[in-house]
């Protein structure tokens, strides 16, 4: 089992910025993927990015295309979403999540407790 604590949560204005970090300890695989999910609320979970630990492949959902990215460090360590030009629509719980090929997202092998991003004037 990977534990995984999400940090760098908090409140922002419209169009500001935040870099959420995911720190993990535990064995994983260079075929894990590591995703950031969030859920707001009332509202159903997302994906939001992901990144391979092999090379580094990623990819962000189009609902924040251009705006987020994520990243990692050599050590696949820790793990970033960079969020930029935040909407009243990022509002949520993020939660960084590990994802063996066999599994899909919503069903991760191991998911953190989450940190809150509030986007609010």
């Known amino acids: 089992q990977v534990q995984l604590v999400e940090s760098g949560g908090g409140l922002v204005q419209p169009g500001g910025s935040l870099r959420l970090s995911c720190a993990t300890s535990g064995l994983m695989q260079n075929w894990d993927w590591m995703y950031w999910l969030r859920q707001a609320p009332k509202k159903e979970l997302e994906w939001v990015a992901r990144?391979?630990?092999?090379?580094?492949?990623?990819r962000v959902a189009d609902s924040v295309k251009g705006r987020f990215s994520i990243s990692k460090d050599s050590d696949n360590r820790v793990f970033y979403l960079q969020m930029n030009d935040l909407k009243a629509e990022d509002t949520a719980k993020y939660f960084c999540?590990?994802?063996?090929?066999?599994?899909?997202?919503?069903?991760?092998?191991?998911r953190g407790q989450g940190t809150q991003v509030t986007v609010s004037s």
């Open positions: 999540a590990r994802v063996p090929p066999t599994r899909r997202w919503a069903n991760a092998e191991d």
């Open positions: 990144i391979t630990l092999s090379g580094g492949d990623t």
